[in-house]
């Protein structure tokens, strides 16, 4: 028996775990006490790893599409595939080839670092990824308010969990979902209370986490951006701003006050569903708080309003005084190299946005991204230029909107090419299938969650068993896949990693404010070391990093090898005030009216009179992972989970009892699902998890099958995107429920 420490691949988390391997078998997974962010802490879905690791469903083996049948083939087979399908239609220029790229490559940092160069090397344009229907508001708010380059700038600012006196969480449940910077929840939302605090939740459904929490505002799908525009409205009107140290950093008050002047708390309480006398209480407690932290998640973001609920979110932290403070909302320093800690301190781009253009609705690119929204739509489009489309750790037929266009564009496109360790309702429809070891066989280190978490610390653990023979890494499946790509031919892929590593490193070097100036590109390379795979990526990221040792300059700073030698990972402290140093707008200054968002408020402006009976939400529940963790069967156990969420009143309105069978039809679809009668949603909402419909021929997913559920996304698609972010309006969808076998209202 042996015992290892690794990190849990499987949410923004990242939980420190310990396995115990027996004869190469996982035999148990538990939480690893002395990992500094979370100490020990474990959900149900970490304990999942070792039901994935066996899964007798998941593929050990690429697998091709003969005569119309997914065989198995080997590794060369499936290479050499690629080589002569892929291969040709490379040539045909940028838009031939299109990307989803999914949710768990996020943990993938060879992916993140290797992955993003090749990428940008090669003048991807058709890149589609999970940022698009997940928190591309943040980033787009982020990029607006205090500057980015790219997708993985990450300037964005942490809710003080930890030391706040005032939590306010719109749209997140971290009770179930863990959601970013909040592990451990329950402990930590208690300890607020316990040290005075209060917590107040913006959610249309009264969640576990409204339930602990001392104040739930129900407010109506996609009404948040007139209610924090009417928070900002009092806090100007009654005199509660209070800049403090910020002044200084910040341009646009002015702007800001006259674009939330028409949103009183009277003109927004029909659209928000929130009285007016309980708005300016909220304002004036945020205003009045010694700390307040304020902190959106999937609820602000993947509806119509997502980049305007972010910048909102931000802007009352920074009129309150409670960005870049302590107990308010920080900007994390995390230990490798990213955009805000790279170049010149308060010296910036413009925010990078429609350089280019979908050919059908015309969505602007935003840092170098397409909407997934739109790719059913750029495929299926006359004389589409995408000829073929690789997937890579992604399940869009589940989880993009209109599901079943997407999935009409996965039969459509000329090649599909998935790398994915399993056949679900996405790779299904696949030409070819790479697919990756089990995540026990990967080292891990954070890239994205160190970003992202609301206390720095850093870890890099080994694998936890070596790689299967035979087997390739996600690393070596994309170097083939850029191989092929790039046109090497039959060239050794190792060269092909040297390449993307060699314009990485100049990348750093030669970028203006460079730590690294005073240096060499050859020398740093070659101090980098001549082992091939991501390892001297990230070695690079994390000796230019804030911490690093700046190849020789910081003696006694951070290298990999260092970080090799605290497996539990190092502790950084807390979250610190960092502005104005790590800003990259143009100003040099917080941006609190940038114009984009300014214009948008007009959207919010138009819709105040908007009242639709009902409308449709997603929730996330505890043993789910978007679509993924449904075929282990220590999670499958117990009664339904699918369900949708209907107040009594609506319930009896429509002559729909508990347990019932109903059908739900929105513009794009129709589903059916079990009906289950609940106070807990608002009146004229009904809530459905996503990530369900595990149906259809051609699935080899033995226990999900079993329990399909409903799939959301078959009717979601109508609401379009928040046009500045590209990002899916999944809540708020109009909706009609019905008795099943009822008729469909005309
Ligand atoms: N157990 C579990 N954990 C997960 C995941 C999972 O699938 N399962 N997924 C992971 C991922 S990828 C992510 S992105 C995070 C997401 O984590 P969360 O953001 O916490 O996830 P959700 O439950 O989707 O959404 C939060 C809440 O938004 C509410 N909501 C819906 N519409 C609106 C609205 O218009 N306004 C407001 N204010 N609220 C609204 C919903 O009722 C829900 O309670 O969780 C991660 N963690
Ligand atoms: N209606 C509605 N839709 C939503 C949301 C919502 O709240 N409501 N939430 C959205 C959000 S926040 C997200 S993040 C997306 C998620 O969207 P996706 O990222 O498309 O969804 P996942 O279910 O996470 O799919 C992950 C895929 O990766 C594969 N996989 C697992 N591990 C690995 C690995 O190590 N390597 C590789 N190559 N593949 C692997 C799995 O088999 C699966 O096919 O869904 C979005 N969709
Ligand atoms: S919260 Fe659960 S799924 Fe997320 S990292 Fe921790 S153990 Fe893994
Ligand atoms: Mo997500």
Redesign the pocket.
């Known amino acids: 028996m042996s015992e290892h420490l690794t990190t849990c691949p499987i949410c923004e988390v990242a939980c420190g775990l310990k396995i115990k391997i027996e004869d190469g078998n996982v035999v148990s997974v538990r939480g690893d006490t002395e990992h500094p962010p979370t100490r020990g802490y474990i959900c149900p879905k970490g304990t999942a790893l070792q039901g994935l690791h066996h899964d007798p469903d998941r593929l050990r083996a690429p697998l091709v599409r003969r005569d119309g049948e997914l065989v198995e083939t080997t590794w060369d087979g499936a290479f050499r595939f690629l080589r002569e399908r892929l291969g040709p239609i490379a040539e045909g220029g940028p838009d031939a080839v299109a990307w989803h790229l999914?949710?768990?490559?996020a943990h993938?940092y060879g992916s993140f670092v290797y992955g993003k160069t090749a990428l940008r090397l090669s003048g991807a344009r058709q890149v589609y990824t999970?940022a698009t229907?997940?928190h591309m508001p943040m980033m787009t708010a982020a990029g607006l308010m205090f500057g980015a380059r790219d997708t993985a700038s990450w300037s964005m600012a942490a809710p003080d969990v930890d030391r706040c006196d005032l939590l306010v969480l719109i749209g997140v449940n971290p009770l179930v979902s863990n959601a970013t910077g909040i592990s451990a929840p329950r402990g930590r939302l208690k300890a607020i209370r316990e040290r005075g605090g209060r917590i107040i939740v913006i959610d249309p459904v009264r969640t576990a986490t409204a339930e602990l929490a001392d104040q739930h505002l129900a407010v109506r799908p996609g009404g948040d951006a007139a209610l924090l525009a009417a928070v900002v409205n009092v806090i100007f009107a009654e005199g509660l701003d209070r800049l403090n140290r910020l002044e200084q950093h910040v341009a646009g008050v002015d702007a800001l006050r006259t674009a939330v002047s028409p949103f009183t708390p009277e003109a927004v309480a029909g659209r928000c569903g929130i009285e007016p006398p309980v708005i300016r209480e909220l304002a004036r407690e945020i205003a009045a708080a010694p700390s307040a932290a304020i902190y959106g998640r999937?609820g602000a973001m993947?509806q119509q309003f997502g980049s305007l609920n972010i910048w909102l979110m931000w802007v009352i932290a920074a009129v309150t005084g409670n960005l870049d403070r302590p107990g308010g909302v920080l900007f994390p320093l995390a230990a490798a190299a990213t955009h805000n800690t790279r170049g010149d301190a308060a010296h910036g781009y413009p925010f990078p946005t429609g350089r280019w253009h979908t050919r059908v609705g015309g969505h602007p690119e935003v840092l170098g991204e397409l909407p997934l929204a739109a790719l059913a739509d750029e495929i299926l489009a006359d004389q589409s230029p995408i000829r073929a489309l690789i997937t890579?750790?992604?399940?869009?037929a589940r989880?993009a909107p209109d599901s079943a266009r997407f999935e009409d564009a996965l039969r459509r496109v000329e090649l599909l090419i998935s790398?994915?360790?399993?056949i679900?309702e996405?790779?299904r429809h696949a030409d070819i299938i790479l697919p990756?070891p089990s995540?026990l066989h990967r080292d891990y280190y954070d890239l994205f969650y160190e970003q992202l978490i609301s206390h720095n610390h850093t870890r890099y653990t080994e694998p936890v068993l070596p790689l299967p023979d035979g087997a390739y890494t996600?690393h070596q499946i994309l170097m083939e896949l850029v191989g092929v790509l790039g046109g090497f031919g039959d060239m050794d892929r190792g060269v092909v990693d040297d390449i993307i590593l060699s314009a990485l490193v100049h990348d750093v070097v030669e970028e203006p404010g460079s730590v690294l100036a005073h240096l060499d590109p050859q020398d740093v390379l070659a101090a980098l070391g001549s082992e091939r795979g991501p390892q001297r990526g990230l070695d690079l990221l994390l000796r230019a990093g804030p911490y690093g040792d700046h190849f020789g300059a910081r003696p006694g700073g951070l290298t990999l090898a260092d970080l090799k030698r605290h497996p539990h990972g190092i502790d950084l402290g807390p979250l610190q005030p960092r502005l104005p140093d790590n800003l990259r707008t143009p100003s040099g200054r917080v941006e609190l009216a940038p114009d984009p968002l300014v214009a948008d408020l007009a959207r919010v402006r138009d819709g105040l009179g908007d009242d639709h009976e009902l409308v449709i939400i997603?929730r996330r529940q505890t043993r789910s992972?978007?679509?993924?963790l449904h075929n282990i069967p220590a999670l499958m156990r117990g009664k339904e989970r699918c369900t949708l969420l209907l107040h009594p009143d609506d319930a009896a309105a429509r002559g729909l009892v508990d347990g019932a069978r109903c059908e739900i039809s929105s513009a794009t679809g129709t589903i059916e699902a079990t009906v289950e009668v609940s106070d807990a949603v608002r009146r004229g909402v009904v809530s459905l998890p996503?990530?369900w419909g595990h149906d259809g021929p051609g699935l080899r997913l033995r226990v999900a099958e079993k329990h399909p559920g409903a799939n959301?996304?078959a009717i979601?698609g109508p609401l379009g995107v928040d046009p500045l972010s590209g990002t899916a309006a999944?809540n708020g969808v109009q909706v009609d429920v019905r008795p099943l076998g009822a008729t469909a209202p005309a």
Request: glycine share 8%; proline share 11%; hydrophobic share 30%.
């Open positions: 999914g949710t768990p490559l993938d999970a229907v997940d999937c993947v890579i750790a992604s399940n869009g989880t790398v994915d360790p399993y679900n996405t790779t990756p995540p996600e997603s992972m978007n679509t993924m996503h990530g959301l996304n979601t999944f």
